[in-house]
């Protein structure tokens, strides 16, 4: 008999649908939150008889557990551990565990797509293009290499895992590539699904509006309060407020906290580590514990939302000859102009006293450090012309 430890997300579930495409009958699946997985664990090597095979994917086990399938393993027992985070490659230290983040020709690895693998070099699945499909399809959308190929397929396949139950999206699954027929959606579902882009659409564009920006250990956060769509909400807020190093994700009633950065320079993996979670290098998450509360819910409660870049101007555009105009909560205005080969900032009048080499360096300078956002062309005018109108009255004193 097999049993399956597994996420209760779409990587894990793929995990899931592959065992029932290899063992049938043969295989007792378990879906898991992060939390709960290791309570598992415990309770089945508590009781467990050597000819039982447990697969854990896509979910890491404390260390406890660990020291614990050791000793399993050891004297018998059969246990094989798969995952693609980060933070679980120090279980490669163990015969059970395989972890693999990438693959050698730099494709990001799923724990889907990692198990779809083992099960075929074990001879314990059949090869189908149908499979191949779904397995690369959970792939892309896991590690948000769909974004960068445009595979809507992709986003499609995780948007109808979230309107469905775990039950129902398991069965449609199993219905379809058992057949042997090339993967698709039904015409049922293509209209379901275009429905549910609309509703994401309104519910990203509403949660714009609400995030804010504040500094947690060193980098620039922004923060929103959201219970679904976290992966859509963090990869739309990074582009909208590039100058964020990343996006913290709050589900209260969930009590988890998510993180999501689209920065190759930021490892949300190693924020979520220090409250006690894990994850990928762009996509990680941990328990709402009280210093999360603190730092990503208590601290920014009081300030406002940040406000997007104006964009229908003509005339007060980004890397402008003439100047661009930034204003902010406390109505402070800050103007970024060239001069020479480099950028100046202007704060209410005073210039700082250092300059940068690029546009988007002041611009990066100017959000973050006062949550700034590009004005409408109707107040780049006025400022224009008052400041002008200024210059005139200087130079007829002068004179």
Not at 216 to 227: M, N, R
Not at 346 to 363: I, Q, W
């Amino acid at each position: 008999m097999y049993y399956l430890y597994t996420h209760n997300d779409l990587d894990g579930l793929g995990c899931g649908i592959l065992a029932k495409c290899a063992f049938g009958d043969k295989v007792e699946i378990r879906y898991n939150s992060i939390a709960g997985l290791n309570t598992q664990v415990e309770r089945f090597l508590e009781r467990a008889k050597k000819k039982k095979h447990l697969f854990i994917t896509d979910l890491a086990v404390n260390e406890a557990n660990e020291q614990r399938i050791e000793d399993f393993v050891k004297s018998g027992g059969k246990v094989k551990l798969i995952d693609h985070h980060k933070s679980s490659l120090h279980l490669n230290r163990h015969p059970w565990a395989l972890v693999e983040v990438a693959y050698d020709d730099g494709r990001l690895a799923s724990a889907t797509s990692l198990f779809y693998d083992y099960l075929l070099k074990g001879r314990l699945l059949k090869p189908s293009p149908a499979i191949e499909e779904f397995v690369e399809l959970v792939r892309l959308y896991d590690t948000w290499e769909w974004d960068e190929a445009g595979n809507l397929e992709a986003k499609r396949l995780s948007d109808l895992f979230s309107m469905l139950s775990l039950e129902e999206f398991e069965e449609r699954m199993l219905e379809r590539l058992m057949t042997g027929e090339p993967f698709a959606f039904s015409p049922l579902e293509l209209e379901m699904l275009g429905v549910e882009e609309e509703r994401i659409g309104r519910y990203v564009r509403r949660k714009k509006r609400e995030i804010v920006q504040t500094f947690v250990g060193g980098h620039c956060v922004g923060v929103v309060h959201a219970e679904s769509y976290h992966s859509e909400l963090g990869n739309e807020l990074g582009k909208e407020y590039p100058h964020l190093d990343y996006i913290a994700i709050m589900n209260m009633g969930g009590k988890k906290a998510s993180f999501r950065t689209i920065h190759d320079d930021v490892d949300v993996s190693a924020v979520a580590g220090q409250y006690g979670g894990g994850g990928h290098a762009k996509a990680a998450g941990c328990p709402m514990t009280e210093e999360v509360y603190r730092h990503f819910v208590a601290e920014p409660f009081t300030k406002e939302p940040l406000r997007m870049d104006a964009f229908r101007n003509e005339y007060n555009v980004k890397d402008s000859t003439y100047g661009t105009l930034y204003e902010n909560g406390k109505e402070q205005q800050m103007f970024i102009f060239a001069s020479g080969d480099d950028w100046i900032v202007d704060v209410e009048g005073d210039e700082l006293n250092r300059t940068f080499p690029a546009f988007e360096e002041a611009e990066r300078y100017v959000k973050r450090q006062y949550g700034a956002w590009l004005v409408r062309d109707e107040v780049y005018i006025a400022y224009l012309m008052e400041h002008m109108s200024h210059r005139k009255s200087q130079a007829l004193v002068l004179m």
